[in-house]
């Protein structure tokens, strides 16, 4: 099965991303045909500083590879680096009802948050479908959030599809219920661009920082609390097996148990969880021409299968006179 997946290097990485999607991303190199990118083109849309984008995306792949990421098991690569996709892209633009982009929430939440809209964030989701499908991807991890983005890759493939014969690959989500929408600081969806994120590499003072942050409500600590209505329980037990989930929840039911606690609990068990990890990540910043390596390598695999499926289109769509 091939699998694809990329992630936006507009900011740290955060529990949400890690759990809702690059976890079982990087599981799936076992077993299955994996492409994973950084999207620097998309976060593009939200970030305009190039120093901080550069510098992003190296990041982006040192958290990849610290979190155990294999080039060798994966194709992995910078979206840039196979500017094939801009190709693509605008081809499939020429499928896309407008109707299709007005609907997106993703697109609609951004305007209403006062985010003056531009045309590449509204085509956003156009990009995201190049991507898609320039590799042929059968499924694609995500969180909730952008079940929609897949809905309309489908539409846009059925729709090309249709017209010129099996081209692509119709892809479909893969979205686990409950890592589905990781909740942030204050219940909201977490998000780098709600700053509302607990990320995974940041040192002690700061971690701990944040996870006191968490929105919790005013309730006495001998009182039982609900953890289900709990921010810290919803974020903590990503951290816990069957067993160790079913202590905490006697320990909110019973009472006596206070969010200073709780929260502290949670901060070692990031701490200790990433700790490792952080590690591995300094030393591959310290050397970038070796990340440099690795993606060009990557780009090199990418580019590949790109022309495979490039070739096809442009000779479908009359570019090949
Ligand atoms: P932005 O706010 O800039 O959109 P983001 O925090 O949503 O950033 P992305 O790079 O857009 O991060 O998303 C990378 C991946 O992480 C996507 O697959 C997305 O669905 C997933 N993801 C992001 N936030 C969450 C969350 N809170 N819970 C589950 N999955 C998430
Ligand atoms: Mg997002």
Redesign the pocket.
């Known amino acids: 099965m091939r699998v694809l ?1 990329g ?2 290097p ?2 740290s990485l ?1 529990l ?2 890690y ?3 690059m976890q079982k991303m990087i599981a799936y190199q076992r077993q299955e045909e994996l492409f994973c990118f950084i999207a620097n083109y998309h976060a593009q849309t ?1 970030l305009s500083d190039g120093k901080v984008l550069a510098r992003g995306t190296l990041e982006a792949a040192a958290n990849f590879l610290a979190l155990g990421l294999d080039p060798e098991k994966s194709v992995f690569w910078v979206q840039s680096d196979v500017p094939e996709v801009q190709e693509l892209t605008w081809l499939l633009s020429n499928f896309t009802p407008m109707g299709l982009l007005e609907r997106c929430h993703s697109y609609k939440d951004k305007v209403a948050q006062g985010i003056k809209p531009n045309h590449g964030l509204f085509a956003y989701p156009v990009l995201m479908t190049a991507d898609i499908l320039l590799y042929q991807s059968e499924t694609v991890p ?5 079940k929609q983005h897949l809905e309309v890759a489908r539409d846009i493939a059925i729709k090309f599809n249709n017209e010129y014969g099996d081209i692509f690959t119709i892809p479909e989500p893969d979205i686990d219920d409950n ?4 909740p ?1 600081l204050d219940g909201r ?6 700053g509302n994120t607990i990320d995974l590499f940041l040192d002690d003072k700061p971690l701990r920082k944040q996870v006191m942050r968490i929105v919790t409500a005013p309730i006495a600590v001998e009182e039982p609390k609900d953890p289900d209505a709990c921010n810290v329980y919803k974020i903590y037990r990503l951290f816990l097996n069957k067993e160790e989930d079913e202590a905490l929840r006697a320990r909110y039911a019973a009472g006596g148990l206070g969010f200073g606690e709780v929260k502290q609990e949670l901060f070692e068990k990031i701490r200790d969880t990433f700790a490792p990890y952080t590690e591995r990540r300094k030393e591959l910043l310290a050397d970038p021409d070796e990340i440099r390596r690795i993606l060009a390598a990557g780009a090199e695999r990418a580019r590949a299968f790109a022309w495979k499926t490039l070739r096809k289109v442009r000779k479908k769509t009359g570019l090949v006179y």
Request: aromatic share 8%.
């Open positions: 997946s992630i936006q507009s900011g955060h949400g991303n759990f809702g999607m939200s995500v969180g909730k959030d952008q890592v589905a929408t990781i942030g969806k977490m998000s780098k661009s709600y």
